[in-house]
């Protein structure tokens, strides 16, 4: 079957270079938007400050029609530079920041302190009833510590969204 006919739902890594300056990130938005696709997670950050750049990842979802797309979609807009999809490119890293808080007492608060050790989070935070963890990792690994906690006493979760990058010399 062709890659493009496939109807697979895939999760997408998009990653954009992109001109720093107001309603770069609107219009992002509004192609998702106004299209019905989905975004699962969106980050955005200045990277090159010489040249007045930043950089998006969009973590979506759709068939690879669908991705491929919105890929083009986001390749017209201006003042995009540059669209890759991390994902089909090779290696790539995508990692996520979460702060976890966990409200219990007891036993059941020492539990959320050895789970936490288990997952490689550190204690950011800690007061006689509750803990405040920070876990930098794939968005799978903090899913599966989130889930950990949830009997233990999970209270609040705050997370960053995918930061996301092709691993070796290849850029986007």
Do not use: W
């Not at 990653?15 to 938007?33: P, Q, T």
């Not at 989130?146 to 930061?163: D, F, H, M, N, Q």
């Amino acid at each position: 079957m062709n890659a493009i006919t496939d109807q697979t739902i895939r999760s997408a890594t998009i990653s954009c270079l992109v001109d720093n300056e107001a309603g770069v990130l609107a219009r992002v938005i509004g192609l998702f938007s106004g299209r019905g696709y989905n975004i699962d997670s969106l980050t955005v950050a200045p990277v090159d400050d010489g040249r007045g750049r930043s950089r998006i990842n969009v973590v979506t979802s759709g068939t690879a029609m669908v991705i491929e797309q919105i890929k083009a979609q986001l390749d017209r807009l201006v003042p995009v530079y540059r669209v890759g999809d991390l994902t089909m490119s090779g290696p790539h890293l995508a990692r996520e920041l979460a702060l976890v808080k966990v409200v219990a007492s007891g036993q059941t608060l020492v539990d959320a302190l050895l789970e936490a050790g288990r997952h490689g989070a550190r204690v950011v935070d800690a007061t006689v009833a509750s803990f405040i963890f920070e876990l930098s990792e794939s968005t799978d690994r903090i899913d599966i510590f989130i889930a950990a906690l949830r009997p233990l006493g999970l209270a609040e979760i705050s997370r960053t969204g995918v930061a996301a990058m092709a691993c070796g010399p290849d850029t986007i």
